[in-house]
C-alpha cells in the first residue's frame, strides 16, 4: 500500500474495462470477488484525485484485505459545523514547524521592520503567493493527474502523444476528437479527468 495520502475515491480497470468506483474498501471487496473468481485480466486501480496507482494485496480471506487497507476518509465533523468544538482559552494551535531559512543581510532588515515581526512578514507572503498560483497550481496538478493515467492506461493507444499535447496546450475539443476512439471506458475516466483541465 502506498505511503501516500490517499483521495477518498478511486476507479479499478481490468484490462481497459471499468469493474469499479468508489471508496477504496468497496472497490477492494469488488475486485476481490473478481479475483476469487478467476480474473485473469491485469488489475490496476486508481486513485481518483492524482491517478497514483494503489497497491491492494489480495491474499487470503475479504476480511483480510481489507483489514491491510488504511481506514475509510471520513469527513472531519468539526469542519461542518454540525458539531461545537470546545478550545481551551488562549492562542489557538497553528501547527507551526520550525525550520531554517537563509535569506541574505537586507532581506532579514526587511522582516524585521514588518510588523509582527520576521515569521508573521513570511507568513503572509507565503499565504499571498500561495493564493495568488492557486488556479496554476490547481490546472498543474490536474494535468498531471490525466497525464499520468493516460500513461499507464492509454499509451499505445492511436492519438496518444496528440491527446497529450492538447492535454498541457487546453485544447478541450482538439483532446476530444483525438480520445474518441479509445475504449469506452478507459476514454470517459480520461475525459472525467481532463475536466479539471479544462474547466
Same mark, same amino acid.
Given at each position: 500500500?502506498?505511503t501516500?495520502?490517499?483521495?477518498?475515491?478511486?476507479?479499478a480497470?481490468a484490462?481497459?474495462?471499468?469493474?469499479?468506483?468508489?471508496?477504496?474498501?468497496?472497490?477492494a471487496?469488488?475486485v476481490?470477488?473478481?479475483?476469487d473468481?478467476?480474473?485473469q485480466t491485469?488489475i490496476l486501480?486508481?486513485?481518483?484525485t492524482?491517478?497514483e496507482?494503489?497497491?491492494?494485496?489480495?491474499r487470503?480471506?475479504?476480511?483480510a484485505?481489507?483489514?491491510?487497507l488504511?481506514?475509510?476518509?471520513?469527513?472531519n465533523v468539526?469542519?461542518?459545523?454540525s458539531?461545537t468544538?470546545a478550545r481551551?482559552?488562549?492562542r489557538?494551535k497553528?501547527?507551526?514547524?520550525?525550520?531554517?531559512?537563509?535569506?541574505l543581510?537586507r532581506?532579514?532588515?526587511?522582516l524585521?521592520a514588518?510588523?509582527?515581526?520576521a515569521s508573521?512578514?513570511l507568513?503572509?507572503?507565503?499565504?499571498a503567493a500561495s493564493r +495568488?498560483?492557486?488556479?496554476?497550481? =490547481?490546472?498543474r496538478?490536474?494535468?498531471? %493527474?490525466?497525464?499520468? &493515467? !493516460?500513461?499507464a492506461?492509454?499509451?499505445?493507444?492511436?492519438?496518444?502523444?496528440?491527446?497529450?499535447?492538447?492535454l498541457?496546450?487546453?485544447q478541450?475539443?482538439?483532446?476530444?476528437?483525438?480520445t474518441? +476512439?479509445?475504449?469506452?471506458?478507459? =476514454?470517459d475516466?480520461v475525459?472525467?479527468? %481532463?475536466?479539471?483541465? &479544462? !474547466?
Open positions: 500500500m502506498s501516500t495520502q490517499l483521495s477518498a475515491f478511486c476507479t480497470f484490462g481497459t474495462r471499468c469493474i469499479a468506483a468508489g471508496d477504496l474498501h468497496a472497490v471487496a469488488a476481490k470477488q473478481l479475483v473468481q478467476g480474473e491485469h486501480i486508481f486513485d481518483d492524482t491517478s496507482p494503489i497497491e491492494v494485496d489480495f487470503g480471506t475479504l476480511q484485505v481489507l483489514n491491510r488504511p481506514p475509510p476518509v471520513v469527513q468539526a469542519a461542518t459545523g458539531e468544538v481551551a482559552p488562549g489557538p497553528l501547527g507551526v514547524v520550525a525550520r531554517e531559512v537563509t535569506l543581510p532581506h532579514w532588515e526587511w524585521a514588518q510588523s509582527g515581526g508573521v512578514a507568513r503572509k507572503l507565503v499565504e +495568488a498560483n492557486e488556479i496554476k497550481d =490547481r490546472i496538478q490536474a494535468q498531471e %493527474a490525466a497525464y499520468r &493515467f !493516460m500513461s492506461m492509454a499509451g499505445n493507444f492511436p492519438g496518444y502523444e496528440e491527446a497529450v499535447r492538447a498541457f496546450a487546453n478541450p475539443e482538439q483532446f476530444g476528437v483525438l474518441e +476512439a479509445w475504449p469506452t471506458d478507459v =476514454r475516466h475525459r472525467m479527468l %481532463a475536466l479539471r483541465v &479544462f !474547466m
